[in-house]
């Protein structure tokens, strides 16, 4: 499976381990730098510099070709923004976001 992973917290950290030792192909988007070397150290096979609601960011990280995109981002608006980018522009057929507050 296909996995786009928006943000770079430890639980994305986490989540593109256990998916990568899973066997499954994860992608991240990410909003610096630094996240994305963090990123790359956990396994994501392609990480991209950008904001997680800008669709040509998404699109730089193939949010097309993904099964399911998980928003893992500190801002609950921009998770669920992201999530309903990615099903209504790019018809990824799961999308998950993550609610912090």
């Not at 296909?2 to 988007?29: M, N, P, Q, Y």
């Not at 800008?54 to 921009?78: F, M």
């Amino acid at each position: 499976m296909k996995i786009l992973i928006t943000g770079e917290s430890r639980t994305a950290r986490f989540v593109v381990r256990h998916l990568r030792a899973v066997g499954h192909d994860v992608s991240c988007l990410v909003a610096d730098d630094a996240g994305a070397d963090a990123l790359v150290t956990a396994g994501a096979r392609l990480v991209i510099v950008g904001g997680p609601t800008d669709p040509r960011a998404l699109e730089r990280a193939a949010v097309r070709e993904a099964d399911a995109v998980l928003a893992l981002t500190a801002r609950d608006e921009r998770n669920l923004l992201t999530c309903q980018l990615a099903r209504r522009l790019y018809e990824v057929p799961r999308t998950l976001a993550v609610a912090n507050d």
